[in-house]
Every structure is written in structure tokens, then in C-alpha cells.
């Protein structure tokens, strides 16, 4: 099982940042899309291409409010140029990106419209815009590597959406295997009912992650951005008295008193509000050793690839730092223990 990290750009570290996680072994490393709270994602991959070899990098995620299709598909192709074939082009309907400037995420009919003619800009094939024959020109002078489209799902829709048109599903429903799996199944299901091979798409999961050998600090550093994938991940629409009685008060708390200024944060009262169980069952939060358990355990749900979120926006540098060395040494042990694929 392949592992890589979904971080967020930085104003002066996102290459220092990229460049580590090559270094350490990672397999990939993806930047979200967030304009107001990070430099424009597109002009710092292009900065990570060309300080880096052989990682594979892309958005993680980038939205289909603020761009263009045509936009997004001629940055993608051109990123796919200086890095030599690296790129994915991670994509969902929208989240802190829409907040931000007062929209909306997209429904999920526009976005499987705009995913569609995403496909066909990137494929170099012409796009009817109500009447309007329009694709990307430039790419007639040059041969470009195909960019995959990998979509972040996190409930029914999207998931049979993705399974129609993606190339790649990252699912963004905790790290509970009993979730993943439920949502492998529903995706692969999709898949064959659209006519395609579930075997030609690839499966991955995001999994908020802080290793730590003091539980109290990992639990406190991974609060922020446990808060944002629990946030978006079925807990606005699902029936929460269908929850574990242990996760009614925090799924309540991440539905009604999500705190956008303090998206991605420990300091917010939305992620303070998260409790030892939660936060155990949504992430994972601890030593070395209860690290690579609870990532075997998602291995064997047949998944491909994971994409760690480790941490929070604020959490502590040496935190961060001491996490990222024991996540790596956990991808090194269940890649000789023979769960890489």
C-alpha cells in the first residue's frame, strides 16, 4: 500500500516541505486548494516540479467553483510537462475554497458535468460550452503524458460519480476499515454498473495521522485537520443518532459549530470539542507501534494508497517533524512486511 501526504501550500516552505517528504520516502505529496488561506496551489506545484524528482504531486484538493475547467485542465497538462508525467489531479466539489469567498460547493450533477468536460480537455478532445466548441489548442504542438483525475469522496454521490468518470477514488471517510471497505464495495459496484472494470481504477483513502509517543500530543496536533475530513465526510447529511453513541455529540458539534476561521486548526472550539474516542475511531493519534496496527488493518481493506493528513494548521514545527519521521518509518515497516503494492 502506497502512502503520500496532502499538505498545505506555504507563503516559503512548500518545496522545503515537498522535498522532505521525497527525501523520507514518500511515494506522493498533494497541496489543497485554498485560496484565501494558501499561495495559489498551481504556481506552487510548478515551484515543486522543478525541485523535485520522481514524487508524484498534484492537488489534493482543487474545486470546480473557482475554475474554469479549461483553466484547470491547461494547469494540470502544463504541470504534467515540467514534471515529467508526475501529476494527479485530485479534485472534489468544494469545501473551505467556497467558504471563504461566500459560495457554495458545486452539486453534484454540475460537478459530474464539469468533471466530464475536465476529462475531455485534458484528453485534448474538443468541449461543447452551450454551443461553444472550445479545447485546449496548445496541446497540438506537444505530446503530454495522460494527467489522471483522482475525485475525494465522501458519501454515496460522489462515490457513483467517481466511479464513473474518475480514474482514481480517494475516499474521505475516516480511517475506520468497516467505512473504508463499505465504500471500496459501493464504488466498485458503481463502477461495473457503468459498463467499466472496477479493476482499472485505483482506491485510495485520506487518513488524518500525528505520530507521537505521547497520545495527549498527537491527539491535540491532529485535532485541526481531523476536524476538516470529519467535517465534509457525511456528518452534515447522515442520520447521527445512527452513530455510535460516542460520536453523536462531536458529529453534532462538526455540523452545527463548525468554526471556518479556524479551518484546519487546533484552536477552534469545533476541534477542541472532539473527544479521546472520536478522535481515535475518525484518525490516528498515537506511538510508532499502534501507528503501523492501525495502518495494516486499512492495508487489508484493498485499498491502494493512502493520503496522510498529518496534523493541523497550527500545530507545533517539532510536532510536525517528529510525526512526519514516524509515519515514514511506519511506511518503511508495512512496505517490508509486504503490504505495498
Known amino acids: 500500500m502506497k502512502m503520500g501526504l496532502l499538505m498545505f501550500p506555504h507563503p516559503t516552505q512548500t518545496v522545503t516541505m515537498a522535498k522532505a517528504a521525497e527525501q ?109 466548441r472550445s479545447r485546449i489548442e496548445w496541446l497540438d504542438s506537444c505530446e503530454v503524458p495522460r494527467v489522471p483525475i483522482e475525485i475525494a469522496a465522501t458519501g454515496p454521490k460522489v462515490t457513483d460519480i467517481a466511479a464513473r468518470r474518475a480514474d482514481r477514488i480517494c475516499f474521505a471517510v475516516g480511517a475506520d476499515p468497516e467505512r473504508i471497505r463499505s465504500s ?28 507521537n509517543p505521547d497520545r495527549s500530543v498527537a491527539r491535540e496536533a491532529i485535532r485541526g485537520g481531523l476536524s476538516v475530513f470529519a467535517h465534509f465526510s457525511g456528518f452534515r447529511g447522515m442520520d447521527i443518532d445512527a452513530l455510535p453513541e460516542h460520536a453523536r455529540d462531536s458529529a453534532r458539534q462538526l455540523r452545527t459549530g463548525y468554526d471556518m476561521a479556524n479551518h484546519a486548526s487546533s484552536a477552534g472550539a469545533h ?20 501507528a503501523i496496527a492501525r495502518f495494516e488493518a486499512l492495508a487489508e481493506t484493498g485499498i491502494d494508497y493512502l493520503r496522510i493528513v498529518p496534523g493541523s494548521r497550527d500545530m507545533p514545527p517539532e510536532v510536525g517533524a517528529r510525526s512526519l519521521q514516524g509515519i515514514a518509518e511506519v511506511a518503511r515497516k508495512l512496505s517490508t512486511d509486504g503490504f505495498a503494492r
Request: charged share 25%.
Open 184 to 211: 471500496l464495495d459501493r464504488a466498485r459496484s458503481a463502477a461495473r454498473a457503468a459498463g467499466r472494470d472496477p479493476d482499472s481504477l485505483r482506491y485510495g483513502a485520506f487518513v488524518n495521522c500525528v505520530v
Open 24 to 132: 523520507l520516502g514518500f511515494e506522493s505529496v498533494v497541496y489543497a486548494d485554498t485560496q484565501c488561506l494558501t499561495p495559489e496551489v498551481w504556481s506552487q506545484l510548478m515551484l515543486v516540479a522543478t525541485a523535485t524528482d520522481g514524487i508524484e504531486i498534484g492537488t489534493g484538493v482543487t474545486n470546480p467553483v473557482s475554475r474554469d475547467p479549461a483553466v484547470t485542465a491547461s494547469a494540470a497538462l502544463g504541470l504534467q510537462l515540467a514534471s515529467d508525467g508526475r501529476v494527479v489531479l485530485g479534485i472534489g466539489r468544494g469545501d473551505s475554497s467556497m467558504a471563504k469567498i461566500g459560495r457554495r460547493p458545486a452539486p453534484p450533477d454540475e460537478f459530474e458535468t464539469y468533471v466530464a468536460r475536465l476529462r475531455a480537455y485534458l484528453d485534448g478532445q474538443e468541449v461543447d460550452r452551450e454551443g461553444h
Open 271 to 290: 476541534a477542541q470539542g472532539l473527544d479521546a474516542e472520536f478522535i481515535h475511531r475518525f484518525g490516528i493519534a498515537g506511538p510508532v507501534e499502534e
